[in-house]
């Protein structure tokens, strides 16, 4: 029989897209999981049908990670081993708006600014204090290739993404002193996401901008946040930075059809 690695891990944002393809890659592996977002049905699904799938226990925590006093409440509802988190992953987040910066929508910036920096820093302040007790821990944030470029109308995002890849980095100065890694991965374009649909205010038509091209799958992204999780104790994976064979950089796409399907 599979021995399990019973290790609890918390990822925020696991209703749909990358969040929820981590869900079964941990899950596959036997590991124990805690998943978040703010669509409760989606929560009840993902967990019926993990945990009916795989030898595995899992929580659902239903929450706004914009909301501080929702975030302690979830994370003060834990019970016993749960409160134990090995590695959180800080996935939630969201883009909002693709527009110049005069015409931006002030309230798409705050709602990137709140989930994609706010809410990270939240889960991250309520849970590394266990971590540090214990002097262990794994912390992977969600960045983006957005947190190492800028593009043209991505102003705001890539601004909360950059904000990602600073923690990431000086999260990892406060923390390595106690055994904590703190790693980040940073995708390029990713389908099998609800990414482009949320960005562009529920617009399908503008949402389509996957078809000319092969991005990254929500799979391709999971399997590297487990690539990171599973190193030996004495390795940390500061970042992965990965795009489709198609797109070289934020600026550069081949968009001449899907290629490299098979
Ligand atoms: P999805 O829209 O498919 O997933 C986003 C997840 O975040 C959902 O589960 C959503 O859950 C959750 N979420 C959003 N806002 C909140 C909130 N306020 N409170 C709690 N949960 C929230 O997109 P992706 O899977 O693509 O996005 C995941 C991460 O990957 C994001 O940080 C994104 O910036 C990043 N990323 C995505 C790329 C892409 O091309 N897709 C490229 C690079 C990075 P719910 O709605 O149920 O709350």
């Known amino acids: 029989m599979k021995t399990l690695p019973q290790k609890i891990v918390l990822i925020t944002g696991a209703t749909s897209g ?40 899992i929580k659902s925590l239903c929450f706004d990670v914009r909301d501080l006093n929702a975030c302690k409440a979830a994370i003060a509802s834990l019970k016993g081993d749960w409160k134990k988190i090995d590695i959180l992953i800080n996935n939630a987040g969201l883009a909002s708006g693709l527009d110049p ?7 798409d910036w705050e709602t990137m600014l709140d989930t994609n920096v706010k809410g990270l820093l939240y889960m991250t302040k309520l849970i590394s204090p266990g971590m540090v007790k214990r002097n262990s821990g794994h912390i992977i944030n969600v960045c983006s290739t ?45 389908e099998e996401t609800e990414f482009a649909l949320v960005r562009f205010h529920g617009d399908k038509k503008k949402s ?26 004495h390795i940390n994976i500061q970042d992965i930075v990965l795009m489709g064979t198609q797109q070289a950089n934020s600026l550069f796409t081949d968009r001449s059809g899907r290629k490299f399907d098979k």
């Open 18 to 57: 990358i969040g929820k393809a981590t869900a079964k890659v941990f899950a596959k592996q036997g590991y124990n999981l805690i998943i978040t977002g703010r669509r409760q049905k989606r929560l009840d699904e993902i967990k019926k049908k993990y945990s009916n799938k795989y030898v595995v226990k």
């Open 101 to 107: 910066i005069h015409e931006g929508d002030i309230k």
């Open 208 to 233: 389509k901008i996957y078809e000319d091209f092969n991005p990254l799958k929500s799979s391709d992204v999971a399997n590297t946040i487990y690539y990171i999780a599973i190193q030996p104790k």
């Open 146 to 190: 957005a947190g190492h470029e800028v593009y043209p109308k991505g102003n705001v995002y890539c601004a909360s993404k950059h904000a990602v890849n600073a923690l990431t980095k000086a999260m990892r100065i406060d923390l390595h002193v106690h055994g904590i890694r703190v790693s980040q991965v940073s995708p390029a374009h990713v």
